[in-house]
């Protein structure tokens, strides 16, 4: 399963039917042809990333940030909620 983020193969199932990417640090799941995208933050909560340039950006974010956004800087990085 290649990450719908950034391609990579360097995924890992975590459950029937989703995947984490340690690459993006993302999770996503696929059921039949749709992908969803979830972001974990630090707290524990996910949230569903609809848009995969939204995505993108959060994922190079965390690549260059020595931590993971909160709620707060998430809403700012992906403009809603
Ligand atoms: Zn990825």
């Known amino acids: 399963m290649y990450c719908p983020v950034c391609m990579s193969a360097n995924t890992g199932k975590t459950g029937s039917d989703t995947y984490y990417c340690s690459e ?3 999770e996503f799941t696929c059921i ?3 992908v969803t995208i979830y972001y974990i933050d ?18 190079e974010y965390i690549r260059q940030g ?16």
């Open 42 to 59: 630090p707290e524990g909560v996910s949230y569903a990333i609809k848009d995969r340039g939204e995505a993108r950006r959060l994922a």
């Open 24 to 26: 993006c640090l993302l």
């Open 32 to 34: 039949g042809n749709e």
């Open 66 to 81: 020595d931590e993971l956004p909160l709620q707060e800087r998430l809403q700012e990085l992906i403009g809603k909620c």
